[in-house]
């Protein structure tokens, strides 16, 4: 395997989802929003009482 075909953006996706008409919505859109929320997000970057600036992220 070549370094091109290693990073190609299509890499791993169904033969034809490029062209499938159900995903147009998809594309024209433009913007897009994950949110994830559950119990571990109550401490909001608190560990063992510390406040951790810029990675409560990571904190599970």
Same mark, same amino acid.
């Given at each position: +395997?070549?370094?091109? @075909?290693? %990073?190609?953006?299509?890499? =791993?996706?169904?033969?034809?989802?490029?062209?499938?008409?159900? !995903?147009? $919505? $998809?594309?024209?859109?433009? %913007?897009? +929003? %994950? *949110?994830?929320? =559950? !119990?571990?997000?109550?401490?909001?970057?608190?560990?063992?009482? @510390?406040?951790?600036? =810029? *990675?409560?992220? $990571? *904190? +599970?």
């Amino acid at each position: +395997m070549t370094q091109d @075909e290693a %990073f190609r953006a299509d890499r =791993g996706q169904r033969p034809g989802a490029r062209q499938d008409p159900r !995903l147009d $919505w $998809w594309r024209d859109a433009k %913007f897009g +929003m %994950f *949110i994830h929320w =559950g !119990l571990y997000a109550i401490p909001a970057g608190t560990w063992k009482g @510390e406040q951790i600036p =810029g *990675i409560g992220e $990571w *904190i +599970m």
